[in-house]
């Protein structure tokens, strides 16, 4: 029996589907959904053990790849446009790798290929304050590296100090799990079979993938198109109306 994946879709069209990052909730893109179900038929889901999807063991890629199909066949789609941030850059990777007859086209935002030094210290410095210092301590660090700091202070920004040992929500085994997931994970040599209309988009002011992640993600898929956007780790969030322009304006082109 298939474990229990929370997916969610609005609006009629064409099949999107949005992969989210390591946070894994498809809420992190009500913002973009908001804009695109006008339009589009959008699809979006909570990865395995995050939110209100079920997991047996750990997180792999592989397993949100399978997660994503079948949430498919329980919506009766056949092939899609998957567009992946972050972590699910992977993901959308891997289901053009492994599945590209379900691809119609894919983005990469905020994506790499593989894991590099400062890429490696920089996770086990999360991990280090995840594990230390707990939950609080962690998103308060997230926000302050991956927001703009204009958004930071209009968004998140409070008067009093804020109390990093306060408690929190987040799962820290699970988010140490995720973490590992993505060292796990490379398939840069194969990206070259990738044969569907792809974009790359990635972030100058993105201190947590910068963007030359995304400059070799784009040459070493055949034909990829590369666009360079500011607003932070979080674009999709940040610079929302411009982030969906690029996706119609690609997928229109695309036909």
Same mark, same amino acid.
């Given at each position: 029996?298939?474990?229990?994946?929370?997916?969610?879709?609005?609006?009629?069209?064409?099949?999107?589907?949005?992969?989210?990052?390591?946070?894994?909730?498809?809420?992190?893109?009500?913002?973009?959904?908001?804009?695109?179900?006008?339009?589009?038929?959008?699809?979006?889901?909570?990865?395995?053990?995050?939110?209100?999807?079920?997991?047996?063991?750990?997180?792999?890629?592989?397993?949100?790849?399978?997660?994503?199909?079948? @949430?498919?066949?329980?919506?009766?789609?056949?092939?899609?446009? @998957?567009?992946?941030?972050?972590?699910?850059?992977?993901?959308?990777?891997?289901?053009?790798?492994?599945?590209?007859?379900? @691809?119609?086209?894919?983005?990469?935002?905020?994506?790499?290929?593989?894991?590099?030094?400062?890429?490696?210290?920089?996770?086990?410095?999360?991990?280090?304050?995840?594990?230390?210092?707990?939950?609080?301590?962690?998103?308060?660090?997230?926000?302050?590296?991956?927001?703009?700091?204009?958004?930071?202070?209009?968004?998140?920004?409070?008067?009093?100090?804020?109390?990093?040992?306060?408690?929190?929500?987040?799962?820290?085994?699970?988010?140490?799990?995720?973490?590992?997931?993505?060292?796990?994970?490379?398939?840069?040599?194969?990206?070259?079979?990738?044969?569907?209309?792809?974009?790359?988009?990635?972030?100058?002011?993105?201190?947590?993938?910068?963007?030359?992640?995304?400059?070799?993600?784009?040459?070493?898929?055949?034909?990829?198109?590369?666009?360079?956007?500011?607003?932070?780790?979080?674009?999709?969030?940040?610079?929302?109306?411009?982030? @969906?322009?690029?996706?119609?304006?690609?997928?229109?082109?695309?036909?």
């Amino acid at each position: 029996m298939a474990l229990k994946i929370h997916s969610r879709e609005e609006g009629r069209g064409d099949a999107v589907i949005l992969v989210s990052g390591l946070g894994g909730l498809g809420a992190f893109w009500q913002p973009v959904v908001d804009i695109l179900a006008d339009h589009y038929r959008v699809i979006t889901f909570d990865h395995p053990g995050v939110g209100l999807s079920e997991i047996d063991g750990l997180p792999t890629i592989p397993g949100i790849a399978e997660a994503l199909l079948q @949430v498919m066949a329980e919506r009766d789609v056949q092939s899609a446009h @998957v567009v992946g941030h972050s972590t699910g850059s992977l993901v959308t990777q891997c289901m053009a790798l492994d599945h590209a007859d379900r @691809v119609r086209s894919i983005v990469l935002s905020s994506g790499w290929t593989k894991p590099d030094k400062r890429f490696r210290d920089f996770f086990a410095y999360r991990k280090y304050v995840l594990q230390h210092l707990g939950g609080t301590a962690y998103n308060a660090m997230t926000r302050l590296v991956a927001y703009p700091s204009t958004w930071y202070g209009e968004n998140f920004a409070v008067q009093e100090s804020l109390d990093y040992g306060a408690p929190s929500s987040v799962d820290e085994a699970m988010t140490q799990a995720r973490m590992d997931m993505l060292q796990a994970y490379s398939r840069r040599d194969e990206l070259l079979r990738i044969n569907c209309p792809a974009t790359v988009i990635g972030a100058w002011d993105d201190f947590i993938i910068p963007f030359h992640h995304s400059e070799e993600l784009a040459s070493l898929i055949p034909r990829a198109r590369l666009v360079e956007l500011s607003g932070g780790h979080f674009a999709p969030v940040t610079r929302t109306e411009q982030y @969906v322009a690029l996706l119609r304006e690609f997928w229109e082109s695309s036909k």
